[in-house]
C-alpha cells in the first residue's frame, strides 16, 4: 500500500481524493463546512435538485434502525433556479469540487433540469438519482429495470457538454445491479454509483431507505456485481454504503469501486469523511469503527 | 469563535436531580461559543459499538469554570428511551462524542429593558436560567413559570429566584405549585407581568399555546422547539417545521439550523401538531 493516495480518476475527473460527500448528507453543504474545508474531498455531491422547489416529506424523516438511519426526506430543495443561484455558488466558494444530484417525474423533466445545470458553471458532474427510497411520495422517478434506466440516462447525457460527467445513481438491489449498470453504461452514464439505501419502511408504513453500516455488506456485494458487469467497459463504480472508517472504504475499492462517497457516518460525526480521507491517505486503515 | 466543535468530552461529574441526571463536561471550545438556546448533540454509545445512530439533542443548561477547566458544559438528561437511559447513566470519567453547540437561531433578546416572561416545561426548562441571567444583564424584568407533570420533573427554581422577579411553579399533579396546565396559566401571566416578550421550551401543545396567548396579548414569543433532530447539525434534513416567511410564504425549515428557536407567529402550528404521529420526547428519543 502506497503511504498516500495521489489523486483519483473516475468518469473522466481527477479527483485530489477517493471520498466524496454523498447526496443529502450534507445539509446546503454550509453545515458541513463548519467541520472541515469542502476542499478535503475528492468532491461534494449535493443535495437532490428537482426542476421545481420540494418542501420535502412529513416528519418523521429519519429514524434510528439498528447500526442504521432509516429515511424517506421526500427531497427537500429549493427547485433548480434557485440552487444555481444560491447553494451552488456557496458550494464553489467553499472549495468544493461540486457534483450536482438531480432527479425528475419524468425523462423530460430529467432534460430540463440537466439543460440548466449545463448552462451553469461549477458544475463538475450531475449524479442522476435513480434510487429514491421513497421515489412515489418525492414524485420521481426510480426505474425498475434496464430499459427504464436507459431512458432516464439518455434523456440526460444527451444534454450534457464533453468535460461534465454523468454519474447514474442505481438501486443496491442485487437483482437488478448488472443489468441497471450495463443499461446505464450504454445510454451515456462515465459512472454509476451502487451500494446506497437499502428500500425499507418507516414504522408508519411509508417507503423509506435504510443507511448505514446497517447495509454496508450488501453495499459491498452490489459494487461487486457492478464492477463485475462493466469489466471492460471504462464505465466506472463509485461505492458508498455504511462507510465510516478507512476498512469500509479499502473494502469497496477492493471490491472494484473506483471511489467511495460518505453518507449517514457524517449525520452522527460529521468529522468522519475528513479522518477518512486522512486515513486513506496516511494508509491506515482503522478497523475499530470508531 | 463562531461555529461548533466536534469532539470527545470528558464526564466530569454525573448527578441525579429528581428524575433527570445533570452531566457536566470538559468540552474545550463549546462553552466558549455558547448562547442560551443552543443545545449539543450526543452520541449514544462506546465508540466501536454504537448501533443507535440518531444523535441525542441536549440544551446546555450551565457554563462555567470548574476545576482546571476554563469552562465546563452542564446538560441535562431525561431517561426516557434506551438512548437517554444510557447517557443519563454516565459518570465521571466516562466520554461522550458531542457536536456543539448547535442551533441556527438561539434566543434573541430585547433591545430595551422590557418585561419578560420565561416558560420552561420539564427537563426542557434547562437552558432558561442562562437566559433569565441574560435578560436580567439588560435590566429586563423575568418572570419564570415552570411546569412539569410532577416534582421529579421540575427543574429547580431555587437558583433562578435570584433572578427572576416573580417564580411560578405548576405541576398536573399538584404535588409541588398550581396544580395546572402550564397553558391554562399563561392569559393571566401575562397580564400581571405585562410582559412584551415570551420566551419558551417545551412540547410542541405548549408551545403553541405560548405563541396564541403571546399574540392575543400583544407580545412577542421565542419557542424553542423540541422535535427529534436525528443529526442535530443540519446535514440530514431530517427534522422539517412548517413555518411561513417574511414574506409570509409558507415553507418548510430544519429544527436544528434554522432554529431550534423561532419567532412563535413564524411556525406553523397546526400543521405540525397534524405532522406528528408519534409521542416525542424532544431529545431525538421515540418513547420505550
Known amino acids: 500500500m502506497s503511504p498516500t493516495t495521489p489523486g483519483t480518476r473516475v468518469a473522466g475527473l481527477h479527483l485530489a481524493e477517493p471520498v466524496m460527500l454523498a447526496a443529502g448528507c450534507a445539509g446546503t453543504g454550509r453545515e458541513a463546512a463548519a467541520y472541515a474545508p469542502l476542499s478535503t474531498y475528492g468532491a461534494v455531491v449535493s443535495r437532490t435538485i428537482t426542476l421545481d422547489a420540494r418542501a420535502g416529506s412529513r416528519a418523521p424523516r429519519v429514524l434510528e434502525s439498528p447500526a442504521g438511519l432509516l429515511h424517506a426526506t421526500g427531497l427537500p430543495n429549493p427547485g433548480l433556479t434557485a440552487f444555481c443561484a444560491t447553494e451552488l455558488p456557496a458550494l464553489v466558494q467553499a472549495g468544493a469540487r461540486v457534483v450536482v444530484s438531480v432527479a425528475g417525474a419524468t425523462p423530460e423533466e430529467i432534460t430540463q433540469v440537466v439543460r440548466g445545470l449545463a448552462r451553469t458553471s461549477g458544475v463538475s458532474a450531475v449524479e442522476l438519482h435513480l434510487c429514491a427510497p421513497d421515489a412515489a411520495e418525492a414524485g420521481v422517478l426510480a426505474p425498475r429495470d434496464g430499459a427504464g434506466v436507459s431512458e432516464a440516462v439518455s434523456a440526460a447525457a444527451g444534454v450534457l457538454p464533453p468535460g461534465v460527467p454523468l454519474l447514474a445513481k442505481l438501486a443496491p438491489v442485487l437483482a437488478g445491479v448488472a443489468e441497471h449498470a450495463r443499461a446505464a453504461a450504454g445510454a451515456g452514464a462515465a459512472a454509476v454509483v451502487v451500494g446506497g439505501a437499502q428500500p425499507a419502511l418507516l414504522p408508519d408504513g411509508r417507503p423509506a431507505g435504510l443507511s448505514g453500516p446497517a447495509v454496508r455488506p450488501q453495499a459491498l456485494r452490489a459494487v461487486h456485481a457492478?464492477?463485475?458487469?462493466?469489466?471492460?467497459?471504462g464505465v466506472d463504480v463509485v461505492g458508498c454504503g455504511g462507510v465510516t472508517v478507512a476498512a469500509d472504504a479499502r473494502a469497496l475499492l477492493d471490491a472494484g469501486a473506483a471511489v467511495v462517497q460518505v453518507g449517514s457516518a457524517l449525520l452522527s460525526d460529521p468529522t468522519s469523511a475528513a479522518r477518512l480521507v486522512t486515513d486513506l491517505r496516511a494508509g491506515r486503515a482503522p478497523d475499530d469503527h470508531t | 469563535m463562531h461555529g461548533p466543535v466536534h469532539l470527545t468530552a470528558e464526564v466530569l461529574s454525573g448527578s441525579r436531580s429528581g428524575a433527570f441526571t445533570q452531566l457536566t463536561l470538559a468540552a474545550p471550545g463549546v462553552g466558549e461559543r455558547f448562547r442560551p438556546g443552543s443545545f449539543l448533540a450526543v452520541s449514544v454509545g462506546e465508540p466501536g459499538e454504537r448501533t443507535r445512530l440518531a444523535r441525542r439533542a441536549l440544551w446546555i443548561h450551565q457554563v462555567r469554570p470548574l476545576g482546571g477547566h476554563a469552562t465546563s458544559v452542564s446538560v441535562l438528561v431525561d431517561p426516557v428511551g434506551p438512548g437517554t437511559r444510557w447517557l443519563a447513566s454516565r459518570a465521571r470519567?466516562?466520554?461522550?462524542?458531542?457536536?456543539?453547540?448547535?442551533?441556527?437561531?438561539?434566543?434573541?433578546?430585547?433591545?430595551?429593558?422590557?418585561?419578560?416572561?420565561?416558560?420552561?416545561?420539564?427537563?426542557?426548562?434547562?437552558?432558561?436560567?442562562?437566559?433569565?441571567?441574560?435578560?436580567?444583564?439588560?435590566?429586563?424584568?423575568v418572570h419564570l413559570l415552570l411546569a412539569a407533570p410532577d416534582e421529579a420533573h421540575l427543574l429547580s427554581a431555587l437558583e433562578a429566584r435570584r433572578t427572576a422577579r416573580s417564580v411560578t411553579v405548576a405541576t398536573l399533579d399538584g404535588s409541588v405549585g398550581t396544580r395546572a396546565p402550564a397553558a391554562d396559566l399563561l392569559p393571566d401571566l401575562l397580564r400581571r407581568t405585562g410582559a412584551a416578550v415570551v420566551y419558551a421550551a417545551g412540547s410542541t401543545p405548549l408551545l403553541h399555546a405560548v405563541a396564541r396567548a403571546a399574540e392575543d396579548h400583544g407580545a412577542w414569543s421565542q419557542t424553542a422547539l423540541t422535535l427529534p433532530t436525528p443529526c442535530g447539525t443540519g446535514l440530514c434534513l431530517g427534522c422539517p417545521v412548517p413555518v411561513v416567511g417574511e414574506d409570509g410564504v409558507a415553507r418548510t425549515a430544519r429544527v436544528c439550523a434554522e432554529g431550534p428557536v423561532l419567532r412563535g407567529d413564524r411556525v406553523r402550528w397546526d400543521d405540525l401538531v397534524g405532522a406528528e404521529s408519534a409521542p416525542r420526547t424532544g431529545t431525538g428519543e421515540e418513547r420505550g
Open chain 2, 93 to 141: 470519567g466516562d466520554r461522550l462524542e458531542i457536536t456543539g453547540p448547535l442551533g441556527g437561531r438561539v434566543f434573541a433578546l430585547p433591545k430595551e429593558p422590557v418585561s419578560t416572561l420565561v416558560v420552561g416545561e420539564g427537563v426542557h426548562a434547562a437552558p432558561l436560567f442562562a437566559l433569565a441571567e441574560r435578560l436580567r444583564e439588560r435590566d429586563c424584568p
Open chain 1, 226 to 233: 457492478a464492477a463485475t458487469a462493466l469489466a471492460g467497459t
